[in-house]
């Protein structure tokens, strides 16, 4: 099945008869230092593997356990930050919004414009975020069907902008628990536009330590290796040089020091899939 092509910076696209695309970095922006260490040390790694690379972190967690959980630094300062990433590492930038007001100053600097999987069907966010002109990534709820995603797609489609992008993170299984149905990719990508699979989501334990997130790291590996066999266009993964230390989603990102082995496995499949 193709899917259309994306352009979200010149010489980076998704799509049929290009590379896998790889979104990667912290959950949240933890400090200044934090975020610029991993900016740096996640370009240079896709470098050396020719992969292209998008990095994210959110300037805001809206969605957390406690209302004590730590959410980020904010908008205004969250973007600054961004924009000396965007600037001084010369990589493209994807961040969420959780309301129409964060658009606008979001489009001024991210390249993506992703909106999360709670507000997926959000109509007004996801006509505001098209309204940009932005490539859109649209994560799909826990609860929804993968072919209900194509109400989605078309409320963004309504305001002529088709840079759209959707994203598999998991299905809800009964309490604090996700799972990965692989026919939600080629369902999705049968509506013809780009899938990406979020590798570090699918693996959380929504609320499993009872205050907190918990997750399952330690299968990255596995479903990262399936879903790209199953066939999706993009890989998105929260990575961490410190998973125990992080300040969100710890238990379900992948540590830094595990990177290098997964990207050696990934391109030995990509060799030997011809589905793209």
Request: net charge negative; hydrophobic share 40%.
């Amino acid at each position: 099945m193709k899917v259309r092509e994306i352009e979200i910076i010149e010489n980076i696209k998704i799509g049929t008869g290009n590379p896998l695309l790889f979104i990667a970095g912290p959950c949240v922006i933890e400090s200044h230092e934090h975020v610029f260490f991993m900016a740096e040390k996640l370009k240079k790694i896709f470098a050396d593997y020719n992969m292209p690379f998008i990095f994210k972190s959110s300037f805001d967690k809206a969605n957390r356990s406690t209302v004590n959980s730590y959410r980020g630094p904010g908008i205004d300062e969250g973007l600054e930050i961004l924009v000396e990433i965007k600037k001084k590492y010369d990589i493209p930038i994807l961040t969420d919004v959780h309301e129409i007001s964060h658009i606008e100053k979001v489009a001024e600097v991210a390249d993506i414009i992703q909106i999360p999987a709670f507000l997926c069907r959000q109509t007004d966010l996801l006509i505001e975020a098209g309204k940009t002109g932005k490539p859109v990534n649209i994560k799909k709820g826990q609860f929804m069907a993968p072919w209900n995603m194509i109400g989605l797609i078309n409320k963004v489609r309504a305001t002529n902008n088709s840079n759209i992008m959707v994203t598999e993170r998991g299905v809800s299984f009964g309490y604090n628990n996700l799972v990965v149905d692989f026919r939600a990719f080629p369902i999705m990508r049968a509506t013809g536009f780009p899938v990406i699979f979020d590798a570090t989501h699918s693996l959380q334990l929504p609320g499993g330590q009872g205050d907190t997130t918990g997750g399952m790291s330690e299968y990255i590996p596995q479903l990262v290796r399936s879903a790209i066999a199953c066939g999706v266009d993009g890989v998105f993964m929260e990575i961490h040089d410190n998973p125990s230390k992080a300040l969100c989603d710890g238990p379900n990102m992948l540590s830094l020091e595990r990177l290098d082995k997964l990207l050696q496995q990934i391109k030995k499949i990509e060799e030997i899939c011809d589905w793209r």
